[in-house]
């Protein structure tokens, strides 16, 4: 027997989940700042920054006393977190560690594989290399190495030389790890020396590796299916995820049917069997604007969210400007638990001013007088979080629906 579950209630379990509903002006201290990545998983690393990086974004959303000399402090000093690979560059609970250890192994002969061309024919020397300097001279960048040629190598993937695409590797098979970072680029430092022994020594099995990546990413997701267990982390396979559900839905699981927001066809899903008790417990949130991140985890799977909440999402960067249909990089907007329409906006630090260029609201979604008065209050917050002196529109910013 399948429980149906109404899209409010999905929602809103989901939104609890995802730290969106929690009191975005309580106190967040170090302490609370990791209980909160703990709580969605990872935080997307992104170099964009057109009003602000993407991790800045995604954790200022749901707390406007974050701090990013906080998040530094995790990483830098305490090593509570570390970079590495979701579906993306993330910054991940250090306590999770062990479970990317088979992901490491993984990456091994499929790199090796896949980066025949960069990794040129002195590759085995060049993993020596690094691992002699950095064993000999401490953290080390990209740019402390040259090719063959004298050339300092490039922070595209398309240019990189040997001794780039060596520390990727070390990288990317869990001997170097993100020590931090020096004007966004990496500063490696072996594992060993960074990570506790806590973090880094315990071994895991395969099995508990796929038992422990299904189950983390139901917990944060709420109710889910097979396809979106395996795309949260993107580290098992469908099939091992579609498996998984199976060994554990006579005691651990239930199905669930989710009510859809844009009339799509429901799909088969599975959620904890007190489900029903963790909706009912579940907050609603915060009558408030939010601008999140394009790369916000609510926002990470497009299909879900247009599912979900019926808003189809996608970033034009790759878009020529000619066919975009909104902007570069535009931003989503949330109220309580819809996302009312998305705004394109940049900071301009020779302005001084955080400048909104297009405001697009969603069908249904008028710009009321009330919720004009919201969005100024969260533009203030952003220009206030990005150190703007004002917020600036330029003329007819007001868009029709696209």
């Known amino acids: 027997m399948s429980l149906t579950v109404s899209n409010k209630d999905a929602r809103r379990l989901f939104l609890h989940l995802q730290g969106l509903s929690r009191p975005p002006r309580q106190k967040l201290t170090p302490a609370a700042l990791l209980d909160l990545i703990e709580q969605l998983g990872f935080v997307?690393?992104?170099?964009?920054?057109?009003?602000?990086?993407?991790?800045?974004?995604?954790?200022f959303s749901r707390n406007q006393t974050y701090r990013r000399e906080h998040l530094t402090r995790l990483i830098e000093r305490d090593a509570e977190l570390f970079e590495h690979w979701t579906h993306d560059a993330s910054i991940i609970p250090s306590r999770f560690y062990p479970y990317w250890k088979p992901r490491f192994e993984k990456a091994r002969q499929r790199l090796l594989d896949r980066w025949q061309e960069r990794r040129g024919p002195d590759f085995d020397a060049a993993l020596e290399t690094i691992r002699s300097h950095i064993r000999d001279n401490g953290p080390a960048m990209a740019r402390h190495f040259a090719d063959g040629n004298g050339k300092k190598g490039s922070s595209g993937w398309w240019e990189w030389h040997p001794a780039k695409t060596a520390l990727e590797y070390l990288w990317r098979t869990g001997e170097l790890v993100v020590a931090k970072r020096e004007g966004f680029q990496k500063v490696y430092d072996f594992a060993d020396r960074v990570l506790q022994d806590c973090h880094r020594a315990p071994e895991v099995s395969y099995d508990e590796f796929v038992d422990w990546k299904c189950s983390a990413a139901?917990?944060?997701l709420g109710i889910a299916t097979p396809g979106e267990l395996a795309a949260f982390w993107e580290s098992v396979s469908p099939?091992?995820?579609?498996?998984?559900?199976?060994?554990?839905?006579?005691?651990n699981l239930v199905t669930v049917t989710v009510?859809?927001?844009?009339g799509s066809k429901p799909r088969k899903s599975y959620a904890r069997p007190e489900v029903a008790d963790r909706i009912a417990d579940s907050p609603e949130?915060?009558?408030r604007v939010r601008v999140l991140s394009p790369f916000d985890p609510v926002l990470r799977d497009r299909k879900r969210a247009q599912r979900?909440?019926?808003?189809?999402?996608?970033?034009?960067?790759?878009?020529?400007?000619?066919?975009?249909k909104y902007g570069y990089y535009v931003f989503p907007i949330m109220q309580r638990d819809r996302f009312i329409g998305r705004i394109d906006m940049k900071h301009w630090r020779d302005k001084d001013a955080l400048v909104v260029k297009g405001l697009w609201m969603e069908p249904r979604c008028k710009l009321t007088k009330g919720r004009r008065c919201d969005l100024d209050a969260e533009l203030d917050r952003l220009r206030k979080f990005v150190g703007a002196d004002k917020v600036a529109f330029e003329d007819h910013y007001i868009k029709s629906p696209a």
């Open 308 to 324: 979900l909440f019926d808003f189809d999402y996608r970033i034009e960067i790759f878009v020529p400007e000619a066919k975009r």
């Open 44 to 59: 997307q690393v992104d170099s964009i920054s057109t009003v602000e990086r993407a991790h800045h974004m995604i954790l």
């Open 285 to 287: 949130p915060p009558n």
């Open 239 to 251: 099939a091992e995820a579609s498996d998984w559900c199976e060994r554990q839905k006579s005691d």
């Open 218 to 220: 139901l917990d944060r």
């Open 259 to 262: 009510e859809t927001a844009d």
